[in-house]
Structure formats: structure tokens, C-alpha cells
């Protein structure tokens, strides 16, 4: 008897809600890095075992939106918990709950969607503060499940699922049993060049960055990849190309590299840099980048 269910993964930037989806699926589906907001769009991962198929929605972190981009994530990070039949909400083991915490908590409780609370990174916590931890989230919501996990080196990873297992419903699978996203190739591989500049950059760039896949093609075990990086300001083009054209570079070389693995062939990666002033809050440039608010419109009105 096959079953199903959907489970949204929300809570604040840098929790390490991608982290925890990629381990629960045992592949790198959702770009990671310790900047926050990471995560600019809902990724659905897929993880079919057995008769059991479980849909996860990564979402991007909840925080105050202070550009157009900022609106467009917070509105898919919030479309995204909508879309769960239970909501795993992802929290840092050593904060107290703040303000994004209680919203969704007072989500939970006027929809009445079942939850559960994972609280990660106990890698970095003792005993005491995990406790203190728990005993603060109980006080605000009775969780249908806790569950303290460390989703870097995946220390009680194995429990959300069994959690999450409790929710499954019989019904037709919604995805193949052989795929584990809904992401396409060309915008896979932007996510992996973004993954890597965020890496490589710090401070203010990374956030004023975005990644456009503008060819793809795939010939005798060979894939060219064009991809256009696109930055706020030219003082920005001349951080990302680095000295001599070292940064990007290597962040050409870490990206292929990794591009290669899930080709399984050789992969030719061309990387263009371009200025386009203030992107973040120009709604069409917005948009052209690939940050659409009307996708929701359509899966709203299906
Ligand atoms: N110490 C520790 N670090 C972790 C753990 N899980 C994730 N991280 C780190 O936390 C940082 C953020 O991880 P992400 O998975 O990108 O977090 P996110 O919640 O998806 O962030 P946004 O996409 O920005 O909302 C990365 O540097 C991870 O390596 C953990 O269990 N322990
Ligand atoms: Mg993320």
C-alpha cells in the first residue's frame, strides 16, 4: 500500500534546515553554506523508501524582509509551510524561541497542522542547555514530536523520520521512486556556482548575488554550462573576479568539480560576471532572475 506525505522545513536563516534535508535524503539536493539566507526558494526533496514516499519543502529562513528579494523568500518560506500536511520546524538547540519561532507556532495552532520541532546543531550544546531548550519550546506548544539532532554529522537524523513516518497517509506517490528533486539541471547548477561565491566571499556580496544558468548543453559525455553571475555594483564584479581572475577561478573549479559528480561526465563550466545595479529591489529584474511570485499564483490555483 503505497503512502505519502508532504513535511515543510521552516525556521529562521542559517538553522541548518538544507543540511537536515540533505542528510534525510542522503544527497546534496539543497545548496548549504554559514551565511545566512542561503536558501532563496522552495526546493522540494524526495525520499521514496519502501512503499513510502516523503516530500520535503526546504524553505528559505524567516527573517525581516528589507528588499524585494527579501519579500519574494519570505513569501515562499511562508507559502512553503502552507504546503506541508505537517510542518518541521527547525531551530537553533542553543537559542531561546524568538519572534520567527512563535509565529510559526502561532501558525501551528490556528491550522492545526501537526509539528515537528527539531533542534539542531547539539554538536555545539551540553546536556544542560539541550534541556533548558526543550522545557522553553514546551512552554509555547505542545509539539507532536522534539526531536534534539545534530544534521552535520547526522546524530539522531534517523528519529525525525521515524517521527515524520507517523504522518504518512495511503495515497499514490507524487514523484517516481527514483527521484529525489524537482529542481531542473540548469538551475541546479546555478545554485552549486552561488553555493561556492558564498563560500569563497565575505561580508556584504554574497547577498547582493545571483546565479543564471543561460546555457546547457550536453554532447558525447561532455556538459557546457553557461552560467551568468550577476552583482549590485562594479566594485562587486572586481571582488568576485579576484586578483588576476583567481576567485572566480576557483570558484569555477569547485563548482565543476562538484557538477561532475552529479554528471557522472566531464562538465565545461563558462562563468560571465555582470552589473545590474540594485537587482534585489527592482521587481522585473527580480523576476527575471528567476525569483517569480507568480509561480505560487499558479500552484495556489491549481
Ligand atoms: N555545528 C553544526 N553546524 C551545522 C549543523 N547543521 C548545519 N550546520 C551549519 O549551519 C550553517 C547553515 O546551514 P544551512 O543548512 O545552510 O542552514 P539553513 O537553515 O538552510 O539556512 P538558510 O537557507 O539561510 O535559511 C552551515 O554552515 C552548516 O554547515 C549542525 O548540526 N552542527
Ligand atoms: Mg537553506
Request: aromatic fraction near 6%; hydrophobic fraction near 35%.
Amino acid at each position: 500500500m503505497k503512502k505519502t506525505v508532504f513535511v515543510s522545513i521552516v525556521g529562521r536563516p542559517n538553522v541548518g534546515k538544507s543540511t537536515l534535508m540533505n542528510r534525510i535524503l542522503g544527497e546534496k539536493v539543497a545548496i548549504v553554506s554559514s551565511k545566512p539566507q542561503t536558501t532563496r526558494e522552495c526546493v522540494r526533496g524526495i525520499l521514496t523508501r519502501g512503499e513510502d514516499q516523503f516530500v520535503f519543502f526546504d524553505t528559505p529562513g524567516m527573517h525581516r524582509a528589507q528588499s524585494r528579494l527579501g519579500d519574494y523568500m519570505v513569501d515562499a518560506a511562508e507559502n512553503g509551510m502552507m504546503q506541508g500536511d505537517v510542518v518541521m520546524i527547525v531551530a537553533d538547540v542553543t537559542r531561546q524561541p524568538s519572534e520567527t519561532e512563535k509565529k510559526v507556532v502561532n501558525y501551528l495552532k490556528k491550522s492545526k497542522r501537526p509539528s515537528v520541532l527539531v533542534l539542531n546543531k547539539i554538536d555545539t550544546a551540553n546536556r544542560e542547555t539541550i534541556a533548558a531548550t526543550i522545557a522553553a519550546y514546551a512552554a509555547i506548544h505542545s509539539f507532536d514530536a522534539v526531536v534534539p539532532v545534530c544534521a552535520k554529522n547526522g546524530t539522531h537524523v534517523d528519529e525525525v523520520l521515524d517521527e515524520l513516518s507517523h504522518f504518512l497517509r495511503e495515497s499514490e506517490w507524487f514523484y517516481p521512486e527514483d527521484e529525489i528533486t524537482d529542481q531542473s539541471m540548469r538551475r541546479y547548477a546555478s545554485e552549486i556556482v552561488r553555493e561556492k561565491l558564498l563560500r569563497a566571499l565575505d561580508r556584504e556580496v554574497p547577498h547582493g548575488i545571483a546565479v543564471v544558468t543561460e546555457g546547457y548543453t550536453e554532447e558525447e559525455g561532455l556538459t557546457k554550462i553557461r552560467c551568468e553571475i550577476i552583482c549590485e555594483k562594479p566594485g562587486h564584479k572586481k571582488i568576485i573576479i579576484g586578483k588576476g581572475g583567481e576567485l572566480i577561478k576557483r570558484v569555477g573549479t569547485y563548482a565543476r568539480e562538484e557538477l561532475e559528480k552529479v554528471t557522472g561526465g566531464k562538465v565545461y563550466l563558462d562563468l560571465w560576471v555582470k552589473v545590474k545595479e540594485n537587482w534585489r529591489d527592482r521587481e522585473g529584474l527580480v523576476r527575471t532572475l528567476g525569483y517569480d511570485r507568480r509561480e505560487f499564483e499558479k500552484k495556489d490555483g491549481e
